[in-house]
């Protein structure tokens, strides 16, 4: 599975954003999806996770509320709807594929990364 992660930009706080990534292969079905991100400086940190199924989804603590996280199986693409944004959510965000999970080692494909500046 090849992931391509689009729709990072800049932004000014309280505005919106919506991320995708887009997966390649006939397996899009079968994993989990995630949402992770990594400031400058930081870790690389959860944000948002879908089951296989979509029927499940879970979110930091830092995001809940704000983001919501979706997945399209005809189109092969999950998405991170970004709203009520903060400085803090500034990050690379990545998005992976795999096990359901909050740790990056839950997932097994990764996305290339896309850039969110969000300024006060």
């Known amino acids: 599975v090849q992931l391509q992660a689009s729709g990072g930009g800049l932004v000014q706080a309280g505005g919106s954003l919506r991320l995708s990534c887009a997966a390649s292969?006939?397996?899009?079905?079968?994993?989990?999806m995630g949402w992770f991100r990594q400031a400058p400086g930081k870790e690389r940190e959860f944000v948002a996770a879908i089951s296989w199924s979509g029927g499940s989804t879970y979110y930091a603590d830092s995001v809940k509320g704000r983001f919501t996280i979706s997945r399209d199986y005809d189109k092969n693409t999950v998405y991170l709807q970004m709203n009520s944004l903060r400085p803090e959510d500034t990050a690379v965000y990545y998005c992976?594929?795999?096990?359901?999970?909050?740790?990056?080692?839950?997932?097994?494909?990764w996305g290339q990364g896309t850039l969110v500046t969000v300024s006060s």
């Open positions: 992976a594929g795999g096990s359901l999970g909050t740790g990056p080692w839950d997932y097994y494909y």
């Open positions: 292969g006939r397996t899009f079905s079968s994993y989990a």
